[in-house]
């Protein structure tokens, strides 16, 4: 901001005051979109290398705004989280997710991605629970899908949540490993069931051996822990030969499928189990 030496008011740069002002639309438009039902979630598969069948499906938010047209979750939840609008949104995920998942076959788990922003929200086992006893779901069918950030909480409330709910029979996933804060400490202080390996290592080209070094280590670190692990972003057959051979557990991405509605799962199930 400059102050204008005619009328000693503070003026925003034009550029600032565009930047100010989208971010307050988006905000509004956001706190209708509940309401106005506007979200929707995609469902996709994750892949078990050994027995070479769909697991469960992870939940993906997506948001159709009539006037913003199709909006990545990536241009949306940051500023959710700063709003804290994302404890109403992630309690809408969870209930959805948990409903959805009821009807399918009893074998196949969902994972739903929960915010740090939401562990320091009181109601968050309140909500989980509830949102599993609401739809009937067996607990060991959901999975929460966690980064590191949440084990940044320095008073361990989160941690505490997170033994709570794992104790229920909720399984509990570290997404995105290898990438921000980690530390190979938060392996050690919480038995996460799946460890979720970034997708910028799996992808990374086959001629960097740095990225495949960290592959395998993640996977023998999740060998040695008893957790699962699972290479995310995998589009080629060459990326899944890569990472079995590396020794990860499971698999996600477009190689097995993108994204699907929930009236897709059905189909999509029956067409892999005739594989
Ligand atoms: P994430 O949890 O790491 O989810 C995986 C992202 O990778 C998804 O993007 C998925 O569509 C994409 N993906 C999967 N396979 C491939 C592949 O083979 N190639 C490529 N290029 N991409 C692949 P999406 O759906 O855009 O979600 C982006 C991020 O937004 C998620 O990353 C997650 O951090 C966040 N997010 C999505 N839904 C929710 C939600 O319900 N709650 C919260 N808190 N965050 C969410
Ligand atoms: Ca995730
Ligand atoms: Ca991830
Ligand atoms: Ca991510």
Known sequence: ARQDRATGYCVFESGMDETV????????????ALALREFALVYQPQFDLQTRRVTGFEALLRWNSPTRGTVSPLDFIPLAEETGIINPIGEWVLRTACRDAAN?????????????????HRTLATTVLSALSDSDL?????ELEITESVMLDARGTALGVLQRL??????????DFGTGY???GYLR????????IDQSFVRGTAEDPGNRAIVRAIASLGQNLGMATVAEGVETAEHLERVAADGCTHVQGYLISRPISPEQVDGFLA???AE
């Open 104 to 120: 399918w076959p009893a074998d196949i788990t969902v994972a739903v991605n929960i915010s740090a922003v939401q562990f320091a």
């Open 182 to 184: 980690s530390s190979l």
């Open 166 to 175: 794992r104790g229920t029979g909720i399984r509990v996933s570290l997404d």
């Open 189 to 196: 202080s919480f038995p996460f069931d799946k460890i979720k």
């Open 138 to 142: 067996d607990p060991r069918r959901l």
């Open 21 to 32: 002002k989208a971010r307050r639309a988006l905000e509004t438009d956001l706190r209708r």
């Open 271 to 273: 067409a892999k189990s």
